[in-house]
């Protein structure tokens, strides 16, 4: 995983210096030495993460903050304040200007890169979102763009994981002026009320006394129904290292003991605006599969919503220097289900088949039925070989479980021939990869089909 750092400061040596600790890790960073030129790359989207220098003339670093987030175009992306400035209070007033989070100069590679690679992934989703609303948007489906630039992050939901009574009541007493709050003490519990509680955020310590408070993280990640929850983790601040490692595993933002209750508030404010805003997004998506561009049978967005959508794809991987592949799935010999067993046999078939594709892709990937037992599988920021292995898992576990047909009376063996192709070359373009892995499929059903076949360009 990459992403493209905008390194903005007045001082050279500053830009310098933050330039080659992310390039040694492989980011690509673009540089601005004042605040208008920062707006401008910004608003060409031409960044996925800003790091911003408080302190530089005429536009300091809280105003080209606010001035981001305060623009539809640019509010989602994230901005890391880098500064000599160190008080509780500084760090509320950029906060409150809109900022993700702060670096202390001299920066650390560890804090430096953890951060980014945090923000990266998160950002990276979001992307996805709002890509997938841009297209909603051309068939009529309002935008949550603006209602996100006027959202105050208040009246939340919020779940604190602390087993010290001195600590979380504090806290909420803090947080109670703002939001709804709840408190759990026992750490094993917390993961199944967190999943049942509708909670805008989970503020989880650190410093549990007989539970991993990392491990609770990573399980609130992986869940279902929680992954999608923002973490805060409460942590001391000579614990550099485990905090590092909480950022890597999806924790969203921290808070150094002893806690500010002002920074508190405003970290917490943050977190919950950005948790509705990515609803939205997802809700914004959902409307949309409802009322146009799902297939009404498989659940798959459908043809039309996959072509205006891979082409939008295939033109941020181009503009990028990202891969992307194009997967085509076709059913073997799906006419003689039809024929020999039903309409209502190949029916069930599709919907489980569909079903099994969802299972086997990630969140970014979007799967689509392409018409009649041919489906299409667009994998963002993945390169052929990584999508050979995906293709030829899914063609195994399609071979070997059996479908079920006629209300679990019946069970068929089915196959299935997959043709692959990725971006390649600077003229190409979604058209040109969706036919060189459509004929990669005809290879693969002419050469006997129940099977996967690269493309060769």
């Known amino acids: 995983m990459t992403a493209r750092i905008l390194v903005v400061d007045d001082v050279p ?23 208008a030129d920062a707006l401008a790359v910004c608003e060409r989207a031409e960044c996925d993460i800003v790091l911003l220098d408080v302190m530089m003339p005429e536009l300091d670093g809280f105003e080209v903050c606010r001035k981001l987030k305060s623009n539809p175009l640019t509010h989602h992306i994230p901005v890391v304040m880098v500064t000599a400035l160190d008080q509780p209070s500084d760090r509320v007033r950029g906060l409150e200007a809109g900022a993700d989070d702060f670096l202390t100069k001299p920066v650390t590679d560890i804090a430096l890169i953890s951060r980014v ?34 959202e105050t992050g208040r009246n939340g939901r919020v779940l604190i994981v602390d087993d010290r009574s001195s ?29 049942e509680g509708g909670y805008d955020l989970v503020i989880v310590s650190l410093g549990l006394q007989n539970f991993d408070g990392l491990r609770l993280c990573s399980q609130i990640r992986s869940l279902e129904r929680t992954r999608n929850i923002p973490i805060l983790a409460i942590t001391e601040a000579d614990n550099g290292a485990r905090l590092a490692r909480g950022l890597e595993i999806g924790v969203n933002d921290y808070l150094l003991r002893p ?48 072509e205006t959508h891979l ?50 892709i990630r969140n970014i990937d979007l799967a689509c039925r392409y018409g009649g037992e041919e489906f299409v599988i667009v994998m963002p920021e993945t390169d052929m070989a990584v999508a050979t292995i995906v293709a030829e898992r899914l063609r195994r576990r399609i071979a070997t479980e059996p479908f079920v047909i006629e209300q679990g009376a019946r069970s068929l063996e089915v196959t299935i021939s997959i043709g692959i192709a990725a971006l390649s070359g600077t003229g190409d373009n979604a058209a040109t990869i969706l036919k060189r892995a459509d004929q990669a499929l005809y290879r693969a059903k002419r050469d006997g089909r129940n099977r996967v076949v690269p493309d060769a360009a």
Do not use: C, W
Request: proline share 2%; glycine share 4%; net charge neutral.
């Open 259 to 306: 806690v500010d209750q002002n920074e508190m508030l405003a970290r917490v404010r943050t977190q919950i605006k950005k948790r509705r805003y990515t609803e939205r997004l997802r809700d914004n998506v959902q409307t949309s599969i409802e009322l146009a561009v799902t297939d009404g049978l498989t659940g798959l967005f459908n043809r039309r919503y996959m």
């Open 13 to 35: 040596a500053n830009v310098k210096l933050l330039e080659a600790q992310l390039s040694a890790e492989y980011f690509d960073v673009a540089t601005a030495y004042n605040g």
């Open 117 to 150: 690679r945090s923000l990266a992934r998160l950002k990276m989703v979001t992307d996805e979102l709002r890509m997938r609303a841009v297209t909603s948007r051309e068939i009529g489906i309002q935008s949550p763009e603006r209602e996100a630039v006027t």
């Open 311 to 360: 082409g939008t794809l295939v033109e941020q991987a181009a503009t990028r220097n990202k891969p992307i592949a194009v997967l085509v799935v076709d059913i073997d010999y799906f006419k003689a289900i039809n024929d020999g067993h039903g309409h209502d046999a190949g029916d069930d078939v599709l919907r489980e088949f569909a079903l099994r594709i969802r299972k086997a």
């Open 167 to 195: 600590s979380y009541q504090r806290l909420l007493a803090t947080l109670s002026a703002e939001h709804t709050v709840d408190v759990e003490i026992k750490p094993d519990e917390a993961l199944f009320r967190a999943a």
